[in-house]
């Protein structure tokens, strides 16, 4: 099994910056063929239209879904960095639902809290037109205040990643 690599700052899958939703129990372990759909817009906040990339299995009528938010202090980054985790995910049953949200500038924190809040209340909210499972069900891995005003820490691999999914968040 090929784990996809991060483009750009190498983040790693579990960086605070990346918060994981899952709307509901894990999907078959199946292979999909997966479905792009691209600047989804998910919400208007300050007259700035935020969008995201859907990566969705074909075929999967209610796909538990994870909306991730990169890393980048708040202040760069983008969602880029996603496609091959998306595609990775959807061949195996899940959506991935890759956001952009307003980077931080003087005096508008916290506004980049309320996109991704926006973005899970979308997901759910739109689940059937989305394909996704919209479970009251949500776990968010991490929710710590970064050191250093990061956006988050690092897992050191993505076999620590799913030991906490399993062990800690228990949502696999």
Do not use: C
Request: proline residues 6%; charged residues 20%; glycine residues 10%.
């Amino acid at each position: 099994m090929r784990i996809p690599a991060f483009s750009g700052t190498r983040a790693g899958i579990a960086t605070a910056g990346i918060t994981l939703a899952l709307l509901a129990t894990p999907a078959v372990a199946q292979s999909y063929e997966v479905a792009i759909r691209t600047n989804v817009e998910y919400a208007v906040h300050d007259g700035v239209k935020l969008t995201g990339d859907l990566y969705h299995p074909k075929g999967l009528d209610k796909a538990p879904v994870i909306v991730a938010v990169h890393g980048g202090g708040w202040q760069g980054g983008n969602p880029d960095g996603f496609k091959g985790w998306g595609e990775f995910l959807a061949k195996r049953g899940y959506a991935l639902f890759a956001i952009h949200y307003r980077l931080a500038k003087a005096g508008t924190y916290p506004a980049a809290v309320y996109d991704v809040k926006a973005a899970v209340q979308f997901a759910r909210a739109r689940a059937a037109d989305l394909g996704v499972d919209p479970a009251p069900r949500i776990t968010t891995l991490k929710v710590v205040e970064p050191a250093k005003r990061s956006a988050g820490v690092k897992l050191p691999d993505v076999a620590t990643l799913i030991d906490k999914l399993k062990n800690e968040a228990k949502v696999i």
